[in-house]
């Protein structure tokens, strides 16, 4: 009979418990900053690939070590921003659809992704038709998918994604070009959301405001080492090591920070959400696919 000393104490009412992920990751074998195309972007300043590579790797294994499952696809020479598996797509439950990029640097990562989805067990695969950059701009918050528009993606994507995938999209315009992704500026939580209001137009901030009344706000300090830009399991929150504000207020909603360095990819406008394409596994209110 177990003593009332080797008693497990119950878990408080509404604690939060991380859940099993899937996630899809690029190594950065080819990674290099030789052009500019968003402010973070200096090409006089030298890469240290073999840095890249080494936090790359602490962070697919900080993922598995967490009970994540990732998956990895081959980059491609001269495209050093595959790794930011993120931008190639978006996949939600049986349904995947792969980017179609703003950049002509970019433009050859969307059929390189594709080619990918199209290879996996999914019912239905399409390539975009608009300019769209996957996760980049599109976050999965529950029962409807919040999209960003003003830098990448085009508004005629959003309506495309919400046909294709038969869930409400809520357009958000950037407007700081620093954040030019809306995975830059917001964050999907477990049940709310951390954002940098000032990264959003009036309108799309006072939205998100009514949307998300208890919603985490971020410092400009936070949100310049892109410290949104991070991953949440429902309990663990992979981010940047440097956002450090942001971490606390994780901590006091339950939360648990993660802190990972990618000083490298940052070079690039990247951390760990960039780095981060997520499998989704269920399409929440979504009528089953009769095609």
């Not at 294994?61 to 491609?76: L, M, Q």
């Not at 701009?137 to 046909?163: C, M, N, P, W, Y």
């Not at 950037?174 to 500026?185: E, G, Q, S, V």
Request: proline share 6%; glycine share 6%.
């Amino acid at each position: 009979m177990t003593s009332a000393a080797t008693l497990r104490a119950p878990e408080p009412m509404g604690a939060r418990r991380p859940t099993p992920r899937r996630y899809l990751m690029c190594r950065p074998d080819h990674f290099d900053v030789y052009y500019a195309i968003n402010p973070w972007m200096d090409t006089t300043a030298p890469v240290d690939r073999a840095l890249a590579l080494a936090q790359w790797e602490n962070l697919r294994a900080t993922f598995e070590r967490h009970g994540h499952t990732v998956d990895v696809i081959d980059g491609v020479p001269a495209l050093p921003d595959m790794v930011f598996a993120a931008n190639g797509g978006l996949v939600i439950g049986d349904r995947a659809l792969s980017a179609r990029f703003a950049n002509p640097e970019r433009a050859a990562e969307g059929p390189a992704y594709h080619d990918w989805l199209s290879a996996q067990r999914f019912a239905r695969v399409s390539a975009a038709r608009e300019t769209n950059e996957g996760e980049g701009d599109f976050a999965i918050a529950h029962d409807k998918i919040l999209a960003g528009t003003g830098f990448r993606s085009s508004r005629a994507a959003h309506e495309e994604v919400q046909e294709f995938f038969e869930l409400p999209v809520i357009s958000l315009e950037l407007i700081d070009p620093r954040f030019y992704h809306l995975d830059t500026a917001l964050m999907v939580l477990d049940d709310t959301i951390a954002y940098y209001p000032a990264a959003f137009s009036g309108e799309s901030a006072r939205l998100l405001a009514g949307m998300y009344p208890d919603a985490i706000i971020a410092t400009e300090e936070d949100a310049n080492v892109l410290g949104l830009n991070g991953v949440c399991d429902g309990y663990h929150v992979f981010l940047s090591e440097k956002a450090v504000a942001l971490s606390e207020q994780l901590r006091a909603r339950g939360y648990e920070p993660v802190g990972i360095e990618l000083s490298e990819l940052l070079k690039a406008g990247g951390s760990v959400k960039c780095c981060t394409l997520e499998q989704h596994s269920v399409r929440t209110a979504v009528r089953p696919s009769t095609d």
